[in-house]
């Protein structure tokens, strides 16, 4: 079973792709994703490989026939790809080099401007899952892009508040953001010519880290040479900060955030990542539990002001390494 299902409760349609139960488990000594598994090149830098068991197709099955008056189903189109960071099993993105990660933006931005030319596709949404905190079982470093055929209902409100803000005011709301960070200064972690790395005011996690262009773009496409390999710098320094925080190889899920495609005039938004690292502390998971689940009203237990600071000494601490 793959189709959409409609909540008319907050008004989302949600995934429901049973078919994903019945993903095998992989030797403990067999990677689909490495080299000479027949599965991927026998050389590569960064790949694209199309999801084996995926939760969205441009050819999905006709939905079951579930539907009611209230209770719609509508195919589940889409697309959703894998994208291999390194054919190294073990290396994480922080380990690779800057002109290496800026491969991986170029097949990024590659991916993003094949995937909107179908029409049926309305967001490209681009993000990597890391460590086991996270439910990750494949430790070989890729992460996800799905192409949907609806706005998910949280982009879809983000959406709206770019929208209303540039009516309100006239300007970009992310930044009027940046310009309230930045006198604050407080919160943000660092920056290069071309981003900047903060913990927003609002941070809904300890440790969840914004990555903002400064310029006002709305995609990759849109990005000069020089800001992809600014971008591919700061994601470097962006995770490698967050694991030398405690040393270890940091879980996170990090999400990116570009303007929606084949739906009309978008300009303002305003492209972003977010980190979302599931940790409190080395050894304490915050978890979303019924406040943040059934309410959707985070609690962070901490001060973004502290943890900045403490970020910031990751990143010094980070770049220290480096040398």
């Not at 930044?175 to 071309?194: P, T």
């Not at 938004?269 to 059934?294: C, L, W």
Request: proline share 8%; charged share 25%.
């Amino acid at each position: 079973m793959a189709e959409l299902r409609w909540n008319p409760l907050i008004k989302d349609w949600v995934m429901i792709a049973s078919h994903r139960q019945n993903r095998p488990q992989m030797p403990k000594d067999w990677c689909p994703f490495c080299p000479g598994s027949g599965q991927v090149p026998d050389q590569f830098t960064v790949y694209k490989y199309d999801n084996d068991f995926p939760a969205l197709s441009q050819t999905p099955p006709t939905p079951d026939d579930v539907e009611t008056e209230l209770y719609k189903t509508k195919p589940a189109y889409g697309k959703c790809e894998v994208i291999l960071y390194s054919p190294e099993h073990t290396v994480t993105l922080p380990e690779l080099s800057t002109p290496h990660i800026r491969e991986l933006v170029d097949l990024w931005t590659e991916r993003f401007e094949d995937i909107q030319k179908d029409e049926n596709i309305k967001y490209v949404f681009i993000f990597e899952n890391r460590g086991a905190a996270v439910g990750v079982t494949m430790p070989h470093p890729h992460g996800q892009i799905y192409g949907y055929s609806v706005i998910p209902k949280k982009i879809e409100l983000e959406i709206d508040s770019f929208r209303e803000h540039k009516e309100e005011t006239g300007r970009c709301l992310m930044c009027d953001m940046l310009k309230d960070e930045q006198k604050a200064g407080s919160r943000i972690i660092f920056e290069n010519d071309d981003f900047i790395v903060f913990l927003p005011f609002f941070c809904e996690y300890p440790y969840g880290i914004y990555v903002s262009a400064k310029r006002h773009i709305q995609n990759l496409s849109q990005m000069t040479d020089r800001e992809k390999t600014n971008l591919a710098q700061v994601l470097k320094e962006a995770a490698g900060t967050l694991d030398s925080l405690f040393d270890y190889t940091f879980p996170y899920m990090m999400c990116m955030y570009q303007n929606p495609v084949n739906s009309g005039d978008t300009d303002y938004h305003h492209f972003h990542i977010a980190f979302y690292p599931p940790m409190r502390s080395a050894d304490k998971i915050k978890f979303n539990a019924s406040s943040e689940t059934g309410a959707w009203a985070h609690c962070n237990p901490t001060a973004p002001e502290e943890k900045a600071e403490e970020l910031r000494a990751a990143h010094e601490k980070f770049l220290k390494n480096m040398k």
